[in-house]
């Protein structure tokens, strides 16, 4: 009688165990979410300080999570998953006690700035580390088959817990004040530090250890792709408040709204078509729904437009970092994996960051519907770039 196989995990199991893993990232996003939206008031108003000092505090934490990326994608590599995320959850936790403590020296408005900037900082570098770690410690768990929705629900994680941390943050500072804030953060990576200290965590995978910027090169095309068409997301949520006014509109909160939605239903509902039809293929169809979107926010006579457009551009996006993903982390060994899962990362951070000088520049110079026109050309850069690499791989 010939021995028997091994059952394959069903699609439910391996989706269950990557939730598992990234439950860690939703709560380090909503200690990320809880002070974004209150942080520039505080600064702003309570401390006495200017508009731009309030929105350095603010950048101050996604500058930590980009200098940082080479670091967690290492100690991702080197002292295993699970390890970064523990140091990442202690770090919001500091972050928190720090917050907490800089709420209390408000009457001394440069003390507590100097406190605040210094919890903002740890709190980037956790979101590089708990970002890394939780995607290379799904791979490793349910296997490199499954980067696709690994990064996906990653993705779904962060977004849905920065969009349920924003409100609160607010009325958690109307109702309790912002001393509360620092609580918040230093319960909440206290309860993910004690869950995740039973959780087996999946061996430290041995061989070559390729150095970061060896590393960076080989991601570099893959990740120029996904920058050039994440600039889209920069310029819609940062600007789209702006050009509704610009146009007499009202409601460009229902924008976002629309694009958030159709972003987590795009990768609850398709992330199987990446490994069915491939990174590449994937990343191309999406990048043109993207780019529609994009042109119908450019053109849109009314808000029924823009909020079609948004909801394209949404849907399209949100498959762009996964697929792209999936043929970027090829390109490295498994032992280098989370070095590769950081520099790709690399590349989101550094669409966010200049989305918002070089479009309000666009902006300025030609009003802002040209913002999304611009977007939409580097969409189809990506698109043209993406197609280049296809046909080189293949």
């Not at 028997?4 to 439950?23: G, Y």
């Not at 969009?163 to 004040?177: D, F, K, N, Q, S």
């Amino acid at each position: 009688m010939p021995p028997s196989q091994p059952v394959a995990p069903s699609s439910l199991s391996i989706t269950l165990q990557i939730v598992s893993i990234v439950f860690y990232t939703f709560i380090a996003f909503i200690c990320i979410g809880l002070p974004i939206a209150v942080i520039p008031g505080y600064v702003h108003e309570q401390l006495g300080f200017s508009a731009v000092v309030a929105g350095i505090t603010i950048g101050s934490q996604y500058l930590a999570t980009l200098l940082s990326r080479p670091m967690a994608g290492r100690m991702s590599d080197t002292v295993g998953t699970k390890r970064a995320i523990v140091l990442g959850l202690s770090g919001i936790l500091l972050s928190g006690v720090l917050t907490f403590i800089a709420t209390l020296l408000e009457s001394l408005p440069l003390l507590s700035l100097s406190v605040l900037l210094v919890a903002r900082l740890l709190l980037g570098v956790a979101q590089g580390l708990i970002g890394v770690g939780t995607i290379s410690w799904c791979m490793g768990q349910v296997g490199a088959e499954h980067t696709a929705r690994s990064i996906s629900w990653n993705g779904i994680a962060s977004y849905g817990a920065i969009a349920i941390g924003a409100p609160l943050g607010v009325v958690m500072v109307a109702e309790y004040g912002y001393t509360s804030l620092g609580i918040a953060l230093s319960v909440l990576a206290g309860l993910g530090l004690l869950l995740i200290r039973n959780k087996p965590s999946v061996p430290v995978i041995r061989g070559e250890r390729l150095p970061f910027w060896a590393v960076f090169g080989r991601i570099a095309p893959f990740g120029a792709s996904l920058c050039l068409a994440s600039i889209g997301y920069g310029t819609l949520t940062t600007f789209i408040t702006l050009y509704y006014l610009s146009r007499g509109w009202t409601g460009a909160a229902y924008c976002l709204t629309v694009f958030g939605a159709c972003f987590i239903l795009s990768r609850l509902l398709f992330i199987s078509s990446i490994s069915r039809f491939g990174g590449f293929t994937s990343a191309i169809a999406c990048m043109t729904i993207e780019t529609l979107g994009l042109i119908l926010l450019w053109l849109a006579p009314s808000t029924g437009v823009a909020l079609i457009g948004a909801g394209l551009t949404g849907f399209g996006l949100s498959l762009v970092y996964p697929a792209l993903g999936v043929e970027a982390i090829k390109q490295v060994p498994n032992s280098s994996r989370g070095a590769g899962l950081s520099a790709y990362a690399v590349f989101f951070d550094l669409a966010l960051a200049i989305a918002g000088p070089l479009m309000g520049a666009v902006a300025l110079n030609l009003g802002y519907a040209w913002i999304f026109f611009c977007a939409a050309l580097l969409s189809v850069s990506g698109l043209g770039l993406t197609l280049l690499l296809k046909r080189r791989t293949y």
